[in-house]
């Protein structure tokens, strides 16, 4: 009896299709769902496998395929199941309507994820080249990609819904860019910013720049904005229209570092200790090991100071490397203060001398008026 009531059930009319007619239509949704995320599943394991055996390319392919294929396989259930069903032409137009767009977005879907293999086969280029400006461009290449992707399903729903041809969507968006150009004069000049940056290459990724009052190393550079990372650890964002309008001063790019320091020896140090201060600086940095021989190190008796008998002294480090730079020059310092030490050579530092009248070296001289006594005399 039971069987009987179940069977007239499945048989029963719903919206002029029997039950069973929905039910296979379901079940074949909720079996595509788990036949994806079963797929899904095992991809990644072999993705994993994969890129073990370094081929990151088809690693990438595999995750993107798995990525896509619980939606892709729903749609595809979705958009099968329909020829189950016996629908009103009303219902129908709109059935076919929805999963038009339902495959539509499935289709850009599967592509938005494939463009994850295209920047993985980019970056393994890049990485094999010594220019750092294919490691900018790929990064800009996903982006401009994905969003060609997501415009290009938009156009194409829009398409499906309106019922119209291509070319009227087309003339209507030429309108509405013109608008959206209009109230978007910062994004397109950022965006031509960029185009700058990259055709001029005033710097690359990882090269440390300064740029107003930030100084920091380039992070990543995108169709909008470049990021620094500072020395302090903050991330700046610098729009790319602003950028190339700027000044910058890129550290990461200098052959060599340059030091110029002044040495002030005290007023009372005689012609003989000067002379032995300059020898002592020109020997200290003889033996310079990263030196050029084309830009020898300079000592020389600058200048009478307001409190001091200066020496100035100049030397060029041919490293880029910031932090061997201060290192060598804290090997310098340490020399210079032993061996003055040593010699008995005083550096002097901000001071005033007072000079009282009356001294040896200043007697006190009145002029005798006629008529007059000097003080201190008798008459």
């Not at 896509?68 to 219902?91: M, Q």
């Not at 890049?126 to 900018?136: E, H, I, Q, Y």
């Not at 550079?221 to 950028?243: A, E, H, K, M, Q």
């Amino acid at each position: 009896m039971d069987l009987q009531v179940g069977v007239a059930w499945f048989q029963s009319t719903l919206g002029g299709n029997e039950v069973w007619r929905f039910m296979v239509w379901l079940l074949a949704v909720l079996v595509a769902g788990i036949a994806g995320r079963v797929a899904r599943f095992y991809l990644a394991k072999a993705a994993e496998a994969v890129e073990a055996r370094n081929r990151f390319v088809l690693a990438s392919f595999l995750k993107a395929i798995g990525k896509a294929a619980v939606f892709a396989l729903v749609v595809i259930a979705l958009k099968t199941g329909l020829h189950l069903l016996v629908l009103s032409p009303a219902v129908s137009s709109f059935a076919v309507a929805s999963t038009h767009v339902l495959v539509v977005l499935a289709t850009g879907y599967v592509l938005y994820c494939m463009v994850d293999v295209v920047s993985s086969a980019m970056e393994r280029a890049a990485a094999r080249t010594p220019s750092k400006l294919d490691d900018m461009l790929a990064p800009m290449v996903r982006s401009s990609l994905r969003v060609t992707v997501v415009v290009l399903c938009l156009v194409q729903v829009a398409t499906v819904l309106s019922d119209k041809p291509l070319t009227s969507i087309l003339a209507g968006l030429g309108v509405g860019g013109l608008a959206v150009a209009l109230a978007a004069q910062e994004t397109i000049k950022n965006f031509f910013g960029s185009i700058t940056v990259l055709t001029d290459k005033p710097f690359e990724l990882g090269d440390r720049i300064m740029v107003d009052k930030y100084d920091g190393v380039v992070e990543n550079v995108g169709f909008r904005s470049t990021r620094l990372r500072t020395f302090d650890g903050d991330l700046v964002t610098i729009p790319n229209g602003d950028l190339a309008g700027k000044g910058i001063q890129n550290a990461g790019k200098r052959p060599y570092l340059r030091r110029v320091m002044n040495i002030g020896l005290t007023y009372d140090t005689p012609p003989e200790k000067v002379r032995r201060a300059m020898e002592i600086l020109k020997q200290t940095l003889a033996d310079h090991p990263n030196a050029d021989p084309s830009m020898p190190p300079r000592v020389v008796f600058k200048d009478f100071g307001s409190s001091s008998l200066d020496i100035m002294v100049i030397y060029w480090f041919c490293k880029a490397n910031y932090w061997e730079f201060m290192e060598f020059n804290e090997k310098v310092n340490m020399e210079i203060l032993r061996r003055f030490s040593e010699d008995g050579i005083e550096f002097a530092f901000p001071s005033q001398t007072v000079y009282v009248a009356g001294d040896a070296r200043r007697p006190l001289k009145f002029p005798r008026a006629s008529g007059v006594s000097a003080p201190g005399s008798d008459g």
